[in-house]
C-alpha cells in the first residue's frame, strides 16, 4: 500500500544481461522472504479483503450490538489505556535513568513481565480477581469484613482490569525504549542546567522533552498499533465477557472466526482500517527513510 | 566514611517510593503464580501470602502427568520446544539471507522489500490472524506444526530483518571491496565476512524469534488442536474450559513453562537490549 519504488527499482527487459553474478545471488537471497510473504501476507490479506467485500456483512457487523460496543472498547483502550501506559513509562524511564546498584537490580526484575508469557500470568491475574477465592477480595474481606468488588463481572471493571493487565505486560518494553532515548541525551546539558540552577521541571520542559518528543510520539503510535492486536490481555483475562460487554476489535474477529462467520470476521477487521491505515503510513514514512 | 547528607538521605527516600511499588507492581501476579505452585491443593484457595506448608508436590504431579489435564505435558512441553528452535532457524535464515542481499548486495528492489517487511511488522497480530487461518487451511497446514512454524516467521522475520538490516549498514564497504579483491565469491563473502561480523545482532535476532514463538498463544490456539499437537500455552487456555480446574496445577504448570523465556532472557540480554532496542525504534 504505503510501498514506494525508487526509480532504479524499476527493472528493464533484459534483465539477466544487466545483473552482475552478486545481484543474481542477491535475488537468491531475497527470495525465501519473498515466498513467506507472498503465501502468507500477501494471500492471506488478499484473500480476506474479497471475504469482506459484500455489503451485506457490514449491514451485519452494524446490526450486532457487540460490535459497537468492542468499538467502543477499543477506542478506550488506545485513548485512555495507551496514554496512561506511556505517561507511566515515560516517568519511569527517568526513574531507571539514575544511576544506583539497587535501580540497576530492579531494572533486571522490572523487564519480566515483557519476558516471560501472556498465558499463565495473566491467568495468574484472573485468580487474583475471582470474587469468592482470589487473593485480593480475601485481603479485602480480612481488612474490612466486607466481599470486594466481582471483578470480573461488571463490564466497566472488567475492561479497567484488562487495561491494567496490557500495561503490565507492555510497560518494561516502552520504559526500555525511552530509557534508551533518554540516556542518549548529552549530560552536558543537565550540568549546564544545573550551574543556571534549573529545578527537575525546567530540566524536563527544556531539556529531556524536547529531545524526546519525536521518540514519545512515535512510540506512542507503535504502541497504539500493537494494542488492537492485543487479543491476549482481554482474551484471557475476561474472555470478552461478561455477556459480550469487553470484547475488543481483535478479541470479537477471532470470536467471528471461532462461530466460523469469516467475512464478519473479516469485516470487523476491515472496520479498523481507516484508523491503522494512517498510523501505519506515518510509522512507515517515519521509519523507512 | 563520609556519613550522607540529608539532601542525599532525601533523594533516595524518594526513590524508593518509586522503586518499591515498581517492584511489587512487577512481581505480584508472578509472585502469586509461584506462591500457588508451592501451595497444597486446600492451601491454595485461602488466599495466603506463603502457604503454611510449602510443597513440590504440584511439580511432582505434573513431571510425572498425573492428571487429567497433564496426560500430554511432555509431549505438548517437546512440541514448544521444536517449534520454537524452527522458528529461530527459518527466521535466521530467512532474515540473515534478506539483510545481507538487500544491505550488502543491493539487490535491485531491495528497498521495495524492506518496505513489504515494515508494512507487514505494522499489522496488528491479531487482525493478520484471521485471513492466515483460513489460508493455513486452504493450504492443508491446519493442525499441522508447520502451520505455527510459518505463522510464526512470517511475523518474526520483517522485525528480525529491519533490525539486521540496520546492523548491516553499519559495517565499512571497504569490507566487502577487500574481500572481493582477495578473490572472495559472494557467498565465501556472506561465510567468512558477514556472519561472523553480524554475530551479535543473529543473536539478538535469534533469541527474539525464539521467544516470540515460545510465548505465543493465539495463533498456537486457531492454528493446532489435537491434544498432542497443542504447545503448552494452549493446554494451559484448554485447562479453563472445565468448571472445576484444578488451577493449583493450571499455575505450577504455567511456571514451568515461564521459566524457560526468563532464562533465555538473561543468558542473551546483553545482546537483546543493545540489538532490539536500536532496531525498535530508530529515534
Known amino acids: 500500500m504505503a510501498i514506494t519504488l525508487s526509480a532504479s527499482d524499476t527493472p528493464s527487459p533484459p534483465l539477466s544481461a544487466r545483473l552482475s553474478p552478486p545481484q543474481v545471488w542477491g535475488i537468491a537471497l531475497l527470495a525465501p522472504y519473498l515466498l513467506v510473504f507472498l503465501a502468507f501476507v500477501v494471500y492471506p490479506v488478499g484473500y480476506g479483503l474479497w471475504l469482506a467485500r459484500q455489503p451485506s456483512s457490514y449491514v451485519a457487523l452494524y446490526n450486532d450490538p457487540i460490535f459497537a460496543r468492542a468499538a467502543i472498547n477499543t477506542l478506550i483502550f488506545l485513548v485512555i489505556g495507551i496514554n496512561i501506559k506511556m505517561l507511566i513509562a515515560l516517568f519511569l524511564s527517568g526513574f531507571f535513568a539514575q544511576q544506583r546498584p539497587w535501580i540497576r537490580w530492579l531494572s533486571v526484575i522490572f523487564i519480566l513481565p515483557w519476558a516471560v508469557p501472556s498465558i499463565p500470568t495473566i491467568l495468574s491475574v484472573r485468580f487474583m480477581l475471582n470474587p469468592e477465592w482470589g487473593v485480593v477480595n480475601q485481603l479485602i474481606f480480612k481488612f474490612t469484613g466486607d466481599d470486594g468488588p466481582n471483578w470480573l463481572n461488571d463490564p466497566a471493571v472488567a475492561l479497567a482490569m484488562a487495561i491494567g493487565v496490557h500495561i503490565w505486560k507492555s510497560l518494561p518494553f516502552w520504559t526500555l525504549i525511552l530509557l534508551t532515548g533518554r540516556l542518549a541525551i548529552s549530560h552536558d546539558l543537565y550540568e549546564a542546567s544545573d550551574v543556571d540552577g534549573a529545578n527537575w521541571w525546567q530540566k524536563f520542559r527544556y531539556i529531556t522533552w524536547p529531545s524526546m518528543q519525536t521518540l514519545y510520539i512515535t512510540c506512542t503510535l507503535l504502541s497504539m498499533i500493537w494494542t488492537l492486536g492485543d487479543f491476549n490481555s482481554v482474551y484471557l483475562l475476561t474472555g470478552g465477557g461478561p455477556a459480550d460487554l469487553t470484547h475488543v476489535l481483535s478479541t470479537l474477529g477471532i470470536r467471528y472466526l471461532r462461530l466460523d462467520q469469516l467475512s464478519l470476521a473479516m469485516a470487523s477487521i476491515v472496520c479498523a482500517m481507516p484508523f491503522v491505515l494512517p498510523l501505519v503510513y506515518f510509522m512507515m514514512k517515519r521509519l523507512s527513510r | 566514611m563520609k556519613l550522607p547528607t540529608l539532601r542525599e538521605v532525601g533523594t533516595e527516600a524518594k526513590l524508593l517510593l518509586i522503586g518499591i511499588p515498581v517492584f511489587i507492581w512487577t512481581m505480584i501476579p508472578i509472585y502469586h ?6 501451595s497444597p491443593k486446600e492451601d491454595a484457595f485461602t488466599g495466603k501470602l506463603w502457604p503454611t506448608h510449602p510443597t513440590l508436590h504440584n511439580f511432582s504431579i505434573v513431571f510425572n502427568q498425573q492428571h487429567y489435564f497433564l496426560r500430554d505435558f511432555w509431549i505438548q512441553f517437546w512440541n514448544s520446544t521444536v517449534i520454537a528452535l524452527a522458528v529461530g532457524a527459518l527466521t535466521l535464515f530467512v532474515a540473515t539471507a534478506a539483510a545481507f542481499s538487500i544491505s550488502r548486495l543491493r539487490v535491485p528492489g531491495g528497498r521495495a522489500v524492506m518496505n513489504m517487511a515494515l508494512f507487514t511488522y505494522f499489522i496488528p497480530a491479531a487482525f493478520l490472524a484471521v ?23 512470517t511475523i518474526a522475520a520483517p522485525y528480525a530483518i529491519w533490525v539486521l538490516k540496520q546492523a548491516s549498514d553499519k559495517l565499512p564497504v571497504e569490507l566487502d571491496e577487500a574481500a572481493t579483491m582477495d578473490g572472495a565469491t559472494t557467498l565465501q563473502l556472506f561465510r567468512l565476512v558477514y556472519v561472523p561480523l553480524m554475530m551479535p545482532s543473529l543473536v539478538a535476532v535469534g533469541t527474539y524469534a525464539i521467544l516470540l514463538a515460545w510465548n505465543e498463544y493465539l495463533y498456537a490456539f486457531l492454528l493446532l488442536s489435537k491434544d498432542t499437537d497443542i504447545t503448552l500455552p494452549v493446554a494451559l487456555g484448554n485447562f479453563l474450559a472445565a468448571d472445576d480446574s484444578p488451577w493449583e496445577l493450571l499455575m505450577t504448570t504455567g511456571f514451568i513453562y515461564a521459566l524457560p523465556p526468563a532464562a533465555v532472557y538473561y543468558a542473551f540480554k546483553r545482546y537483546m537490549v543493545g540489538g532490539l532496542t536500536a532496531g525498535a525504534v530508530k529515534s
Open chain 2, 131 to 153: 485471513p492466515m487461518y483460513r489460508t493455513m487451511g486452504t493450504y492443508g497446514l491446519l493442525n499441522n506444526h508447520w502451520s505455527l512454524i510459518l505463522a510464526m516467521v
Open chain 2, 33 to 38: 503464580m509461584f506462591v500457588f505452585a508451592i
